[in-house]
């Protein structure tokens, strides 16, 4: 894949995040979701005060031409990006970087 279009890619991603995953994806806001998630959370767990789940994983991807592949690696060595999400306990997402 050539840069240009490594960074067109990016850049609608981005635009996608930042135009409709606000309005799909968010945190609770009034203290009646906080505490709706939070008893779901109770019922499946036994753990009271939990509002979501977070966790990561990488996504392969090759070094950008020119680029200097340390800046790209992970803890295993290998190219790639960082996703990091939250989700609450009906498995919706919260948050996701």
């Known amino acids: 894949m050539a ?14 995040l930042n135009n409709l995953a606000g309005s799909v994806i968010k945190f ?6 906080k505490t709706e998630i939070s008893k ?3 019922n499946i767990n ?5 509002l ?10 090759r070094t950008p031409a020119h680029k200097i592949k340390s ?3 992970n803890r295993h060595d290998m190219p ?15 948050h996701v970087t």
């Open 46 to 50: 036994g753990f009271p005060g939990i």
């Open 80 to 94: 790639s990006l960082t996703l990091q999400a939250i989700c609450d306990a009906k498995k919706s997402l919260l």
């Open 28 to 33: 609770p806001e009034t203290i009646e979701e």
């Open 52 to 61: 979501g789940c977070i966790d990561g994983t990488y996504i392969p991807i």
């Open 3 to 16: 840069e240009s279009t490594f960074h067109l890619v990016c850049d609608n991603i981005m635009d996608f």
């Open 71 to 73: 800046t790209y690696v």
């Open 40 to 42: 779901r959370f109770e």
